[in-house]
């Protein structure tokens, strides 16, 4: 099974003090041991980057810690999908004639990758923004 992961999953997996840690660490060893198909979007490793930096949290996370992270726990279990600029525009088309505005273009960049990678499954802790864009495919919107 293909799982898209968002970023709101990778930082709860990551993130042993999150709220929602507990929930989200077992679908990143399903990721890791393959017992699942980890996707992830380009988008969403620079999101994590910065979310994992401006956390607050003690002891803060650095930039050396999150690198560490992402290398460590994303790069080698995950398939990294890129998109490309008519995907962009695409995207940037299909929010706009549904008259959505502001950050909800970054839900849709990730949308766009599940569609893009063919995932079964969109995973994350954000069902409400998801469901907004992906109206006729919220039934593969998971939350862990």
Known sequence: MKVLFDTSVLVASLVQSHPQHGRA???LR???TGECDMYVSSHTLA????VLTTL???PRITSGISWRLIH???EPSATIVSLSSSDYIRTVKLISEMGLSGGIIY???IVSAALKSRADRLLTLNYEDFKRIWLEDSGRITVP
């Open 47 to 50: 999101e994590l980057y910065a």
């Open 56 to 58: 607050p949290v003690s």
């Open 25 to 27: 660490l077992p679908w």
């Open 30 to 32: 399903r990721g890791k």
């Open 107 to 109: 839900d849709a960049l």
């Open 72 to 74: 460590e726990n994303i």
